[in-house]
């Protein structure tokens, strides 16, 4: 089974405006962490939000939150009042173990584009 | 803010060729991962290195890649004899601390675009 689901083609959003984008996970390791990476088309890696399986709150950074549904198993990514910037691929990931063994495995990835 | 540096940006290389991909980690951290993604695809892992050993290394690590730590600022990705399929995106990341409480994420660099002619 795959450890990371991202299905969804590629999104569209009008600028200033909010959108989600899913991730949907499977683990059966009760602690582990999940993070979003975005990719513009220049190819970096960009971290942009973490949140832990253990955290009580749903993870927020500036205008990414985090909508966390543990028994959903998905931790999909919300973008609020979209720029045309936020243009770019976005990759959720997953950390399982610990230690050193803490490779992280990604999604396949969702491509946003925002429309002016 | 500091950041990971991977050199070169662009590498294009002759099939059965050796490369060495090179990257700076940020300096407190501790732990070092390489990462690629061929065009169009998801990133994959290819090893995890941690107190000058490799920790953990995926099926695609096999024996034609080796990674080393030659000082106490660069971490190497070598693929001894390049083949075709190596052509990807390389990722050089580094993280301060692995907990699994904690949301120290891996920092990623710009990456390698390596090509294979």
């Known amino acids: 089974a795959q450890k990371i689901t991202q299905t969804q083609p590629g999104m569209f959003v009008q600028e200033k405006e909010a959108v989600t984008l899913d991730c949907t996970y499977d683990?059966?390791?009760?602690?582990?962490?999940l993070f979003w990476y975005k990719q513009p088309s220049s190819g970096e890696m960009i971290f942009l939000i973490y949140?832990?399986?253990?955290?009580?709150q749903n993870a927020t950074e500036g205008r990414y939150s985090l909508n966390f549904q543990k028994a959903r198993k998905s931790a999909n990514l919300v973008i609020s009042a979209s720029q045309l910037g936020d243009s770019a691929m976005y990759f959720c990931?997953?950390?399982?173990?610990?230690?050193?063994?803490?490779?992280?495995?990604f999604g396949k990835g969702i491509t946003l584009s925002v429309r002016p | 803010e500091p950041e990971v540096t991977q050199t070169p940006s662009h590498q294009v290389t002759q099939m059965g060729q050796e490369v060495i991909l090179r990257c700076v980690p940020i300096?407190?951290?501790?732990?070092f991962y390489w990462y690629r993604q061929i065009l169009g695809q998801k990133v994959e892992f290819l090893v995890s290195?941690?107190?000058?050993?490799?920790?953990?290394k995926s099926e695609i690590f096999d024996d034609q890649f080796s990674v080393e730590r030659p000082d106490g600022s660069n971490f190497t990705l070598k693929i001894r004899s390049t083949k075709l399929e190596d052509s990807a995106m390389y990722f050089c990341?580094?993280?301060?601390?692995?907990?699994?409480?904690?949301?120290?994420?891996?920092?990623f660099g710009d990456g390698t675009r390596l090509s294979i002619l």
């Open positions: 990341a580094s993280s301060e601390a692995v907990d699994r409480a904690s949301g120290q994420p891996q920092h």
């Open positions: 683990t059966s390791d009760p602690s582990y962490g």
């Open positions: 949140q832990g399986s253990y955290d009580q």
């Open positions: 990931a997953m950390r399982e173990g610990n230690g050193a063994n803490s490779k992280l495995t």
């Open positions: 300096s407190n951290h501790l732990y």
């Open positions: 290195f941690y107190n000058n050993e490799i920790s953990e």
